[in-house]
């Protein structure tokens, strides 16, 4: 198991497609905590999150021949664990309304106050605050780290959205942190 | 590692040890991904026929100048098959959604580009005759006959 920890995700894949399922557990042990994380973002609950990221790993599991090993294994499972809350938020309700009070007026540079460094402590305090649509960018941006590319593959939206996305929920952010 | 990591871990591997779960083989894949584009080629064709077959009747039973004899047309016209274009159209956009590319492009501009697309490849279809030919010849010659436009030669 040791020489196969050293391996990529994809080859990881390649493995368990040819024979050793066993090391699907490597897959869930180098995930579970970041989905975790990000479903509890999204969905704030949970139990319902542990429930999306468990029935998540199941799907990639049933699905892993439909993965592409060229592409990245953590965008295809971020995707998949995207779309297992986005259920459980429509089934039970759980999007946080857009608030009232928020606008877009400040045209000061949002970059000079949030620093990506600092920002990510910021993030994890306002992010519950913020509707879902913002709050999906900014923690996969912040928290997970993710490049705008992959965000665009994970969310299935062009890069461009992505960028305007966490521009803007920089600027919800700072109104309501500062409110704070 | 926390207890709730560990269940879920624990739950996952034991479904796969005791068979609960299986990989789909890669031909399910395969036979997906061949249907769907089978599926997005047949609404394309479909729906481009369907504009250029609108175009043409207009242009053969009633003349242009007589388009303004809409009771006639109204009464005479058959409209189910601007219905099948229409819902052409719709599977052809659904469809092309379900591709990786589609995300990258505004879904805006996909649904307009896709319906201008058709459009104007049925008009240049009709333009450059295909349609002529096709509905000199069985089975469009028959279907012509029997159900678009009864006394059709």
Redesign the interface.
């Known amino acids: 198991m040791d020489i196969y920890e050293k391996l990529s995700d994809e080859e990881i894949v390649e493995h368990i497609r040819k024979s050793d399922r066993e090391l699907y557990s490597i897959i869930i042990k180098r995930y579970q905590e970041k989905l975790l994380r990000y479903a509890n973002n999204l969905i704030k609950n949970e139990d319902k999150s542990r429930d999306a990221v468990q029935e998540s790993f199941i799907k990639a599991f049933i699905n892993l021949e439909s993965f592409n090993t060229k592409k990245k294994f953590s965008s295809w499972i971020y995707r998949i664990v995207h779309n297992e809350t986005l259920n459980i938020i429509k089934k039970y309700k759980l999007e946080t309304p857009l608030l009232e009070d928020w606008d877009f007026a400040d045209e000061e540079n949002i970059e000079e106050n949030f620093d990506k460094n600092d920002t990510k402590e910021k993030v994890e305090k306002c992010l519950k605050q913020l509707p879902l649509i913002y709050i999906e960018p900014l923690s996969l941006y912040y928290i997970d780290e993710k490049s705008h590319e992959e965000i665009s593959d994970i969310l299935k939206i062009p890069m461009g959205t992505v960028a305007t996305r966490i521009n803007r929920a920089k600027k919800i952010m700072k109104n309501i942190c500062q409110k704070n | 590692m926390s207890k709730?990591?560990k269940?879920?871990?624990n739950?996952?591997?034991n479904?796969?040890h005791q068979g609960k779960?299986?990989?789909?083989?890669?031909l399910?894949?395969i036979l997906g991904s061949i249907l769907t584009f089978i599926g997005l080629v047949s609404t394309i064709i479909t729906s481009i026929f369907m504009v250029g077959l609108i175009r043409f009747l207009f242009r053969t039973n009633y003349g242009w100048r007589a388009q303004y004899r809409l009771e006639q047309i109204f009464s005479e016209f058959p409209f189910w098959i601007i219905l099948i274009a229409i819902i052409g159209l719709a599977l052809g956009i659904w469809l092309i959604s379900k591709y990786d590319f589609s995300?990258?492009?505004?879904h805006y501009v996909l649904i307009v580009g896709f319906i201008l697309a058709i459009i104007v490849a049925g008009f240049i279809i009709d333009e450059m005759g295909v349609n002529d030919i096709l509905m000199r010849h069985n089975p469009m010659k028959n279907m012509m006959r029997n159900h678009i436009l009864p006394g059709y030669r």
């Open positions: 709730e990591l269940d879920i871990e739950n996952v591997m479904q796969i779960i299986k990989i789909k083989p890669k399910y894949f995300y990258k492009i505004n």
